[in-house]
Every structure is written in structure tokens, then in C-alpha cells.
């Protein structure tokens, strides 16, 4: 009679995962609180690559040339002259008040 050595290892790790996965059962809080820490640092660990993946790229932006061109520049700077003027000459330029004349007087007692 043979015995297949491949079944027993099969059994035992049959087993193994039986007594680990009846642990768990038994110890739900421990369990949970195993896989809300395993949870948090795999996310830790996420959000560490992502990070240094973001700054890596933001350097190799910043070290890119900066090119200025002019024309459009000088395009930007007269608008915003241009909106500056009419906003000082607004806030200068003096309003008549429309309700000036048609305010009925009361009559006063002397």
C-alpha cells in the first residue's frame, strides 16, 4: 500500500487554515482589530508611495525651463491696466441721487 505524501500535505494544510480560520471565530475582536491595523498600514503604505511618487514629479516641473513669451504678457498687462483705469475712474466719478427732488416734504410745526 502507498501512501501519497502530497495528500497529507494537503491535510495538513487543510488543517492549518481550519485552526486558524476557528481562532478567528473564537477571538472575533482580536480579528477584527488584526485586519483594521493591517487595513491602515497597507493604506499608510499607499498613500507614502503616492506621496513621494507626487513630490518627484512636482520637482521635475519646477526644474523645468520657464519660458515667457512676451507678446501674450504685455496682451495680460494692458487688460488689467486698462480694468484699473475704469475702476479708479468709477470710483471717482460722481453720481446725481435720483430720489433728490421726488422726496415729499413734511411740514414742519414751528
Known amino acids: 500500500m502507498k501512501i501519497n505524501l502530497e495528500k497529507i500535505k494537503n491535510l495538513r494544510k487543510i488543517?492549518?487554515?481550519s485552526m486558524l480560520f476557528s481562532w478567528m471565530a473564537e477571538h472575533i475582536l482580536f480579528s477584527c482589530l488584526i485586519f483594521f491595523f493591517l487595513a491602515l498600514?497597507?493604506?499608510f503604505l499607499i498613500f507614502?508611495?503616492?506621496?513621494?511618487v507626487a513630490k518627484?514629479?512636482?520637482?521635475?516641473?519646477?526644474?523645468?525651463n520657464f519660458?515667457?513669451?512676451e507678446d501674450i504678457y504685455n496682451k495680460i498687462l494692458k487688460?488689467?491696466?486698462e480694468q484699473d483705469k475704469k475702476i479708479k475712474e468709477a470710483e471717482?466719478?460722481?453720481?446725481?441721487d435720483p430720489f433728490e427732488n421726488k422726496i415729499p416734504q413734511?411740514?414742519?410745526?414751528?
Open 15 to 17: 488543517n492549518l487554515f
Open 41 to 43: 498600514l497597507i493604506s
Open 79 to 81: 487688460t488689467w491696466q
Open 106 to 110: 413734511t411740514a414742519t410745526k414751528d
Open 92 to 96: 471717482n466719478k460722481q453720481y446725481t
Open 56 to 64: 518627484s514629479i512636482e520637482s521635475e516641473k519646477l526644474n523645468a
Open 48 to 52: 507614502i508611495k503616492c506621496y513621494f
Open 67 to 69: 519660458i515667457l513669451k
